[in-house]
């Protein structure tokens, strides 16, 4: 029996993808701070299956604590490691953007210098879109460069990968690097646009749509994004970075419209100006993942809508 560790395993996609594992037969270690970034209970909750599987084991501790890696590393045989521990959003990164660098960068080095000693076979990384800043060719490409990130957030995940880089150039870790177009689903952040908006027009506040609402994004559905990270971790690949999106996009003012036919009830909208650090497009190239993982998309947006209202309507406070 494989143990895979997953960094930030009590947030969205690493508590999805826990529970993908351990369905499959692995062994699992979270390691998770539980911050308060957003609500700790909620991220305890996101668990509460996991918890109960005699596979699981929960850690509580800093990705940044080196004690507490080596305590980690000298306790289970890792075979490979789902690294998606960060501080995330955009927005937040452009207010304390040293914190974002002291858990992103240098978090992310520690965790690398870990797996190093422990001669891992298998290191996955979770990156983002973001990285590609304001991309001028259309769908994103691996290819094309990710040298002009707009925001604090995106600049500490491009700087993820590049030491990635560094430490199979080095070392001969093995790495994939995801870049994951804005995943939403079930468990998604409370912050973030669908959940967000969701929970705005259902209480009947207004939904702030920032800019002309001509942006659109690549959402990917949670279950589509799992398929992805345990297709890599099954995977392993010298050094590859590869796109995990559903490769169509949808406006800001079509997923308000989207979000208000599934829910059932009418959004307010509030017109506010543009914001700093967010790209007008996002759109993924996801042949390569196709190519290298069997990495197949299914679930369109509005599909994936429905499926994200049934959890809400079973889940709100």
């Given at each position: 029996?494989?143990?895979?560790?997953?960094?930030?395993?009590?947030?969205?996609?690493?508590?999805?993808?826990?529970?993908?594992?351990?369905?499959?037969?692995?062994?699992?270690?979270?390691?998770?701070?539980?911050d308060?970034?957003?609500?700790?209970?909620?991220?305890?909750?996101n668990l509460?299956?996991?918890?109960?599987?005699p596979?699981?084991?929960?850690?509580?501790?800093d990705?940044?604590?080196?004690?507490?890696?080596?305590?980690?590393?000298?306790?289970?045989?890792?075979?490979?490691?789902?690294h998606?521990?960060?501080?995330?959003?955009?927005?937040?990164?452009?207010?304390?953007?040293?914190?974002?660098h002291?858990?992103?960068?240098?978090?992310?080095?520690?965790?690398?210098?870990?797996?190093?000693?422990?001669?891992?076979?298998?290191?996955?990384?979770?990156?983002?879109?973001?990285?590609?800043?304001?991309?001028?060719?259309t769908?994103?490409?691996?290819?094309?460069p990710?040298?002009?990130?707009?925001?604090?957030?995106?600049?500490?995940?491009?700087?993820?990968?590049?030491?990635?880089?560094?430490y199979?150039h080095l070392?001969?870790?093995?790495?994939?690097?995801?870049?994951?177009?804005?995943?939403?689903?079930?468990?998604?952040?409370?912050?973030?646009?669908?959940?967000?908006?969701?929970?705005?027009?259902?209480?009947?506040?207004?939904?702030?749509?920032?800019?002309?609402?001509s942006?659109?994004?690549?959402?990917?559905?949670?279950?589509?994004?799992?398929?992805?990270?345990?297709?890599?971790?099954?995977?392993?690949?010298?050094?590859?970075?590869?796109?995990?999106?559903e490769?169509q996009?949808?406006?800001?003012?079509?997923?308000?419209?989207?979000?208000?036919?599934?829910?059932?009830k009418?959004?307010?909208?509030?017109?506010?100006?543009?914001?700093?650090?967010?790209?007008?497009?996002?759109?993924?190239?996801?042949?390569?993942?196709?190519?290298?993982?069997?990495?197949?998309?299914?679930?369109?947006?509005?599909?994936?809508l429905?499926?994200?209202?049934?959890?809400?309507?079973?889940?709100?406070?």
């Amino acid at each position: 029996m494989k143990t895979i560790l997953v960094t930030g395993g009590a947030g969205f996609i690493g508590s999805h993808v826990i529970e993908r594992l351990l369905v499959e037969g692995s062994r699992v270690v979270c390691l998770d701070n539980f911050d308060s970034f957003y609500d700790p209970a909620v991220k305890r909750a996101n668990l509460a299956s996991a918890e109960n599987h005699p596979n699981f084991r929960l850690i509580e501790g800093d990705i940044r604590d080196e004690s507490t890696l080596a305590r980690l590393f000298r306790e289970e045989r890792i075979a490979a490691v789902f690294h998606a521990a960060a501080r995330a959003g955009v927005r937040p990164s452009i207010q304390d953007p040293v914190l974002y660098h002291d858990v992103n960068v240098h978090g992310t080095t520690r965790l690398l210098e870990a797996a190093r000693s422990a001669e891992i076979k298998n290191f996955v990384f979770a990156s983002s879109s973001s990285v590609y800043g304001v991309a001028n060719r259309t769908p994103f490409s691996e290819e094309d460069p990710a040298d002009f990130p707009i925001s604090p957030y995106a600049a500490t995940k491009r700087a993820g990968e590049l030491i990635c880089y560094t430490y199979h150039h080095l070392y001969g870790l093995p790495v994939t690097c995801l870049r994951f177009f804005t995943v939403y689903g079930p468990r998604q952040r409370p912050e973030m646009a669908i959940h967000h908006f969701t929970r705005l027009i259902d209480s009947g506040r207004p939904v702030p749509v920032f800019g002309d609402g001509s942006s659109r994004r690549d959402y990917t559905y949670i279950a589509d994004a799992v398929q992805g990270v345990i297709r890599a971790l099954a995977t392993p690949q010298p050094y590859e970075i590869l796109n995990i999106g559903e490769s169509q996009t949808t406006g800001l003012r079509e997923l308000v419209t989207k979000i208000q036919t599934a829910l059932g009830k009418k959004a307010q909208i509030q017109d506010m100006p543009p914001q700093a650090g967010d790209v007008p497009l996002t759109y993924a190239d996801v042949g390569k993942a196709k190519r290298l993982l069997g990495y197949e998309p299914r679930t369109s947006i509005d599909e994936g809508l429905k499926k994200f209202m049934e959890w809400y309507r079973n889940n709100k406070t």
